[in-house]
């Protein structure tokens, strides 16, 4: 009998020490828009994915270009909450990192209270996280945590906060900090190089993801949930530099040869999809004009390439009950990525295949 018993526990301990630690993500997007007001498609979309939670972005917060005065660019309008309260909303709010240069404390405090003031009249439901988004460097990462430690102090206890974490943040912690809140998000995305024209997808490269991931850190100071990208935009390149971007841009648009001219991808573009056209002559696209010589580069995520980060985001420290949000939900979302590869983008975090 004793036998038994020690082969029982020498195989339960030999499965343990083999097999990939299995978690239990919880289905989430982003809402990135500027009005909340989903469609009956997307409800329907939200509701077959079992989505639990909606990240809702509230404020956009920068400093005027000419003033250099701190205020929002962007605010939300709730022109549709019913529905909302199936799901675990957190309010986001978006800071650029010019914000916190050369910030003064008295500011900072004073910045925090006007988010503070703006918040419960905007979201429109109950919400028990609050979570900010910012690119903060070494150089404003002390105003950046003052800015929220000044937060915490004005927030409900039951309330939790967070923020993102860029992958570069995620590598070296020890040189850009880590924020005083509970949880991050981290951010799987934005790996390549948007200023260059002639580089491959700025929004996902996966062997530069790769890079972020060696040499990091084994456990990260805070308890991880997941952001990857579903999301396309168009940047547009004036005289060989980065002039504007645009967020969504229709096939059917770029399917008029009068005003657009495809320049054929190399063959590595096919793992690493993106489409780029000479402007042939003047046009309008998302109210921007576009002038003849302009160089427009499309980029978007393949679900080969989506597959492909969460292959390598779940080798990171995530947290055992990790959120993966997709970033960003809008009609096009709903066409391009079927719920079932949402779903098994979720199972290969679920359950990661074990470190080479």
Known sequence: ??????????????????????????????????????????????????????????????????????????????????????????????????????????????????????????????????????????????????????????????????????????????????????RGMLMFYNTGDIESPEAGNSIFQPDDARKYLVGAPKNYPLPLDLALPVFSWALVFRDGELWKIIPEVPDSELADTARFQAIPNPPSAIRNPKSTFHIRKGTFIAGHYLRPGDLLKVEAISPVLLTEAARLAAQADLADDAAVAFFHLDSAIVRRYPVQLLDSVCQVINFPEKKK
């Open 1 to 182: 009998m004793r036998e038994i018993w020690f082969f029982k526990g020498l195989v339960f301990l030999l499965v343990a020490c083999t097999s990939p630690q299995q978690r239990s993500v919880v289905h989430s997007f982003y809402h990135w828009q500027t009005t909340f007001s989903l469609t009956p498609a997307e409800r329907a979309y939200l509701d077959s994915f079992v989505c639990k939670k909606l990240y809702v972005k509230l404020l956009d917060i920068g400093r005027d270009p000419a003033t250099g005065e701190i205020q929002p660019y962007s605010r939300l309008e709730m022109a549709d909450t019913s529905g909302l309260s199936q799901f675990e909303v957190v309010p986001v709010v978006f800071l650029t990192n010019e914000v916190f240069k050369n910030i003064s404390e008295e500011k900072t405090g004073w910045l925090a209270e006007k988010v503070m003031e703006t918040l419960p009249y905007t979201v429109g439901v109950e919400w028990n996280e609050l979570q900010f988004d910012c690119d903060w460097t070494s150089s404003t990462c002390d105003a950046f945590f003052l800015f929220l430690k000044k937060i915490k102090e004005r927030l409900p206890e039951n309330v939790r906060l967070s923020a993102t974490i860029r992958l570069h943040q995620y590598k070296f912690p020890e040189k850009t900090g880590v924020p005083p809140v509970e």
